[in-house]
């Protein structure tokens, strides 16, 4: 290797200080790291403990190759400190230190059958400031790239919840269990955690925690107005009793006019319902909020079975009236006398008018009254 002069080395001194200096200030900036410290802080796990693996050897292996670059450039400095004019000796040390691989970082046995006879029996691996510079550079994406997106989710994270968290804070409440899943997750393996299954996770934290204000929100309204709540509560069963005697009622007429199986028979719910309240002889909340939500399941129940009863009454209605469409147009169209049409209309009138009459039936006689006055008009044209 051709000896520098006495400027090319001045010159490249000055410009490994200065690179060293630039890897030095990063270096410092990349301990101080806010995903570095987190990683430091709570172990990673998962996804994120596979990434780190590699990723902690790297920060090691910086710190290694700065080392070295920092004592080749020192012994660089002391050999060109010798004289304020180096000598050919000195300028061809200084070469060999600034260009070449002047520093030994390894050193291991190689085994006797990955060599020859005569060959060497060791792996000596040098290192020089520029492959140190290079190697370094190489490394250093990865590492930021990986601190950046532990840094990055984990403050998504703390974002995303800061205002459901100070919505449960302002009201004393306890913390959702989510919350405190979420952010372990965060801790320990933030890189599982993509912006999706964040905000999927925090809305259904925002859910719950809706949920939970809005049943302290009402049980305290229920505390503050407790004589109104137990009016209005005794107007629900006022409500669920009438509710039930209708129910009834229905049932009983769809008993006898629809032929149907056993429709289902509902206890009336509120007699029981209603000494539940009587026993309220203290204001307490959360018993009366209770008591209001079995009073809505009950009122749902008793609404079901009055859909169920109806229902057979209303299709009973709609096939007469479909009978009675069809017989309106069989004589718009002449067919009213027909004595074919006029024995299917009495069938289908006849098992209508039965207590309580069969469904099935009617709908097929109602269906061969329609079919049949098809037929007639097409043979008319």
């Not at 710190?63 to 010798?82: C, H, K, N, P, Q």
């Not at 995303?160 to 899943?181: F, H, K, N, Y």
Request: a negative charge.
């Amino acid at each position: 290797m051709t000896a520098l002069t006495t400027e090319a080395i001045d010159r490249e001194l000055a410009t490994r200080a200065d690179e060293i200096a630039a890897i030095s200030a990063t270096m410092v900036e990349l301990d101080s790291h806010p995903g570095l410290s987190h990683v430091r802080l709570y172990p990673p796990t998962g996804v994120t403990a596979l990434r780190w693996a590699a990723v902690e050897s790297s920060v090691a292996l910086l710190w290694e190759e700065l080392g070295r670059m920092t004592s080749i450039l020192d012994y660089a400095r002391e050999v060109r400190a010798r004289r304020s004019k180096p000598s050919d000796a000195d300028r061809a040390e200084l070469t060999h230190w600034l260009c070449a691989r002047p520093l030994e970082v390894s050193r291991h046995r190689i085994p006797l059958a990955k060599r020859s006879l005569t060959g060497a029996g060791e792996a000596v691996e040098h290192a020089g400031l520029a492959d140190t510079a290079d190697r370094m550079r190489a490394a250093y994406p990865a590492v930021a790239e990986f601190l950046d997106e532990v840094d990055r989710v984990n403050s998504l994270v703390v974002q995303r919840l800061a205002q459901v968290r100070d919505r449960v804070e302002a009201v004393g409440a306890p913390e959702p269990v989510g919350i405190a899943d979420l952010l372990a997750v965060a801790a320990t393996d933030p890189l599982s955690l993509t912006t999706d299954v964040i905000d999927a996770r925090v809305r259904a934290i925002t859910a719950e925690v809706d949920s939970q204000l809005a049943e302290w929100a009402a049980l305290a309204e229920l505390r503050t107005n407790w004589a109104a709540a137990v009016d209005k509560t005794s107007a629900a069963l006022d409500g669920l009793r009438d509710a039930a005697v209708r129910v009834e009622q229905v049932r009983q007429r769809a008993i006898a006019h629809v032929l149907s199986g056993p429709l289902p028979v509902q206890p009336n719910p509120e007699p029981g319902l209603r000494a539940e309240l009587a026993a309220l002889t203290a204001a307490d909340p959360a018993a009366l909020r209770a008591l209001q939500r079995r009073i809505t399941l009950a009122q749902h129940a008793v609404g079901e079975h009055e859909q169920l009863a109806q229902g057979l009454l209303d299709r009973r209605a709609e096939l007469a009236g479909r009978l009675e469409v069809y017989q309106t147009k069989a004589a718009r169209l002449g067919l009213g006398e027909d004595r074919d049409l006029l024995a299917a209309g009495r069938i289908a009138s006849g098992l209508l008018s039965r207590r309580p009459c069969d469904l099935r039936e009617v709908t097929r006689a109602i269906a061969d009254y329609q079919q049949m006055l098809v037929q007639k008009r097409e043979a008319t044209r």
